[in-house]
């Protein structure tokens, strides 16, 4: 039996921007939904933490998209508050500062005549005799820019990012984050450029919330709540019962205690391990066993407050000096005036890439606060008696691991998923295990309530589109990604960053 909208009722486990995408999409469907988050506020990554006024992100957030429907959905939660923002960042690397993406006359002269000799040649020689297998990231740069620049600008930042060798991260995340780029291509752009040439260039401006990317969900969380579309916080959802190929239910933990939610529907952003684990009866062994070995590598900030009005032009710095842990430093005034309260002081987030119960993320906050103290210091972005405070926040599960064997894990998951649990959906980042910027993962929320009226699209050939995530092409309109079904958004009534910490190059930038 089909069931009709007014007999359907959604239940959307997770409230970031997947999620709420998702029940924004339904309320415009009139199809009832309620959305239960494990956290005591919205947001996920995304979020906005407020400091004695001073606002930051957990890592920076950029608002761009070659979606049409995300746009519009920003806009209309937002209007005004949705503000476009100048850009710039930069490589911090033996004491000099780099443009990202890396420009080549900057980065050759940059390291000087005799750095940038052994690069052109390092780079030849890779062309000459590249790699014959490409399995990992070391593999697949090397062989597209030389082992010496891939020991510069990739090698020391991505594994403090991630927190394993470059021969453990797989090709797959390298190719996702890089496509069409070379030294060649970079050499040839910056200096034989044609004017009818289509290449591609920086993207120097993008929008972003007033006070911060917390503020859009936020603002939407209040306008669901006032269309009586529940958003409750603080719900962990702790088992998920399942029969006959569909899930029935589930069961959140609460501030008043365990709770039992019916429904028709499922979408789930929560992570994939998380999910796999919490159903009752128990998905197979391996199932369970492929889930477990899905890995994350966790975050914290520490944000400092600096009694000086300006203290880089940048919004945010890569920090490729191996003799600091600091892996990014966000200037989180230079994203939105607003997110300082005090046009005379700035707030600097420093973020460190960590595992859970490391030696980092199980240090005491006063103690987090001093090494950032010390490492900014000696990185002489300011002087000691500037810094007047500080603070500390942590993210578990911020970033879904592209190691060996991952893309299997997730397949077996997926699999039994889809033939096990016909209602569920997986959606967003840690919801599919997949490296989605927010709009992607907004795209995969807004494709999912669309199955769920009738369509039949994959949310999973929903790519990440990485070659606009730092640079775009000189084109007139952007073309819309090839999916396995076809997207069919105009049927609706009504329409519709980050970043992300990857090596430069290979990075985006939607946390």
Not at 153 to 170: A, D, L, M, N, S
Not at 220 to 239: A, I, M, S
Not at 343 to 368: A, H, I, M, Q, R
Not at 424 to 433: F, Y
Request: proline share 6%.
């Amino acid at each position: 039996m089909t069931l009709s909208r007014d007999n359907r009722r959604v239940i959307i486990i997770g409230g970031g921007p997947a999620g709420l995408t998702a029940a924004q999409q339904l309320s415009k469907h009139s199809v009832s939904a309620i959305v239960l988050e494990a956290d005591s506020v919205v947001g996920g990554l995304a979020r906005t933490v407020n400091y004695k006024g001073y606002l930051f992100d957990i890592g920076g957030h950029r608002f761009y998209t070659k979606w049409d429907e995300v746009r519009k959905i920003w806009e209309e939660i937002l209007g005004d508050k949705f503000l476009l923002r100048p850009r710039l960042s930069r490589i911090y690397y033996c004491k000099k500062f780099f443009l990202y993406p890396l420009v080549a006359k900057n980065a050759l002269f940059g390291l000087g005549l005799i750095e940038a000799a052994r690069i052109v040649a390092s780079y030849l020689h890779a062309r000459v005799f590249p790699s014959p297998q490409e399995e990992n990231l070391e593999q697949w740069v090397s062989n597209r820019f030389g082992r010496r620049l891939y020991e510069i600008f990739f090698k020391t930042y991505t594994e403090k990012v991630w927190g394993i060798p470059c021969t453990e991260i797989h090709a797959d995340w390298a190719a996702q984050r890089i496509r069409g780029l070379s030294l060649t291509t970079a050499v040839r752009n910056a200096l034989w450029r044609k004017k009818d040439t289509k290449v591609k260039t920086l993207i120097d401006q993008f929008h972003y919330p007033e006070r911060g990317p917390g503020q859009m969900w936020e603002t939407l969380t209040q306008w669901l709540r006032g269309q009586n579309y529940p958003v409750l916080t603080e719900h962990r959802v702790v088992r998920i019962h399942h029969r006959d190929g569909k899930v029935t239910g589930l069961v959140a933990a609460g501030p008043g205690g365990e709770k039992h939610f019916e429904g028709t529907d499922f979408i789930s952003s929560m992570p994939i391990r998380d999910l796999i684990n919490a159903l009752d009866k128990p998905a197979p062994e391996q199932v369970r066993r492929a889930a477990n070995r899905l890995r994350y590598r966790d975050f914290l900030i520490v944000s400092l407050i600096i009694n000086r009005k300006d203290v880089a032009p940048d919004n945010w710095i890569y920090i490729h000096d191996p003799s600091v842990k600091v892996g990014r430093i966000q200037n989180f005034k230079n994203w939105s005036p607003a997110m300082v309260p005090d046009p005379n002081k700035t707030c600097l987030g420093l973020e460190y890439f960590v595992f859970v119960n490391d030696e980092l993320w199980s240090s005491p906050d006063g103690k987090l606060i001093d090494l950032a103290r010390q490492e900014i210091l000696e990185l002489g972005l300011v002087r000691p008696e500037e810094i007047e405070d500080g603070t500390v926040v942590r993210m578990p599960k911020a970033y879904p691991i592209y190691d060996e064997g991952w893309a299997g894990q997730v397949s077996v998951v997926r699999k039994y998923v889809e033939q096990n649990l016909t209602n569920l959906q997986l959606v967003g980042r840690n919801g599919m295990h997949k490296y989605n910027n927010q709009d992607h993962s907004m795209m995969t929320a807004i494709c999912a309530v669309e199955n769920i009226l009738g369509a039949h699209h994959n949310l999973w050939a929903i790519n990440t589109e990485p070659d606009y995530q730092e640079e775009k092409m000189e084109e007139t309109a952007p073309q819309r990604p090839a999916y396995a079904e076809p997207l069919r958004v105009g049927a609706r009534s009504t329409p519709g960053d980050g970043q992300q910490p990857c090596a430069p190059i290979a990075a985006g930038e939607d946390m």
